[in-house]
């Protein structure tokens, strides 16, 4: 960082060092078991949709904060969701979407999660110096720890750096937690879902990007999709799935 930006941003920070962690005062939920596992339950891959039937539009803001709720790697965020209505768009990269054939036509909603390319979650960058400083509102010393933490991480933990795809792939990994909220929370409001990794990958962000210019290819690639409705089909069977035994590992 430039010595002018880094005294200017120390300023800021050096004010706001008393602000470092605030008291959130948030009750313990004491929600009903059975509610959870319901909802766990009700919640499957839907295949066909009821076209006419609508998500509200408060439901869809209950569903899109659960995703800005999500928690991410360092709390960088880096992804970003198109909630694609527009019935043009969705026709458009039908042909390379086998995996949301149905929903494209018929689903209430469809959302494409993007994740952030190299250039953006590489520490100074433009991207990161906004959550850094606008959003998380770090004072310095606690930015040059957080520096110091990401570089290790980067370069010798988990080498999200190290290419291209590594680095694409560490986003798209965050965009999966915030896609596993938004199926959670479309569960709790009665609200079917299906997420999509049935695409490919190259055509579809040809497409967005290029075609319809939704976002900017250089910072942003496509991750998964979700698609979003009311079934309109009687699931065809009950949950399948391991038993814990043969799924987890206590010691
Ligand atoms: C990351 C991911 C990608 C998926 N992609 C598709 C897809 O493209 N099309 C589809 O119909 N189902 C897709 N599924 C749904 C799975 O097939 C389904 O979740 C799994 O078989 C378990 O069934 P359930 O979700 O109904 O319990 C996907 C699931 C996940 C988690």
Not at 1 to 12: A, Q
Not at 183 to 197: K, M, N
Request: net charge neutral; hydrophobic share 40%.
């Amino acid at each position: 960082m430039k010595s002018s930006e880094h005294d200017k941003r120390k300023g800021t920070r050096d004010m706001n060092e008393k602000a470092i962690i605030e008291t959130v005062k948030v009750a313990q939920p004491k929600l009903r078991r059975e509610d959870l596992l319901h909802v766990l339950k009700y919640r499957y891959a839907t295949k066909a949709w009821d076209r006419d039937k609508k998500i509200s539009d408060e439901d869809m803001q209950t569903i899109l904060e659960a995703a800005r709720l999500a928690p991410t790697s360092f709390g960088f965020e880096p992804w970003k969701i198109i909630v694609l209505q527009d019935p043009e768009i969705r026709q458009a990269i039908r042909p390379y979407a086998w995996g949301a054939d149905a929903a494209l036509q018929d689903a209430s909603h469809f959302l494409v999660f993007l994740a952030r390319k190299k250039a953006d979650i590489t520490f100074g960058s433009p991207y990161l110096e906004h959550i850094t400083h606008d959003i998380m509102e770090l004072p310095e010393q606690a930015y040059n720890m957080f520096e110091k933490a990401y570089t290790g991480f980067c370069r010798d933990q988990h080498k999200i750096l190290e290419s291209d795809r590594a680095a694409f792939d560490w986003s798209a990994k965050q965009a999966y937690i915030v896609m596993a909220n938004v199926l959670f929370a479309a569960a709790y409001l009665g609200i079917d879902s299906c997420p999509v990794e049935g695409f490919t990958k190259d055509k579809i962000e040809t497409v967005l990007a290029n075609t319809y210019h939704l976002y900017d290819s250089e910072h942003f690639g496509v991750a998964c999709m979700t698609a979003l409705g009311y079934r309109g089909e009687v699931p065809h069977r009950d949950k399948r799935r391991r038993p814990l035994e043969e799924s987890i590992i206590w010691k």
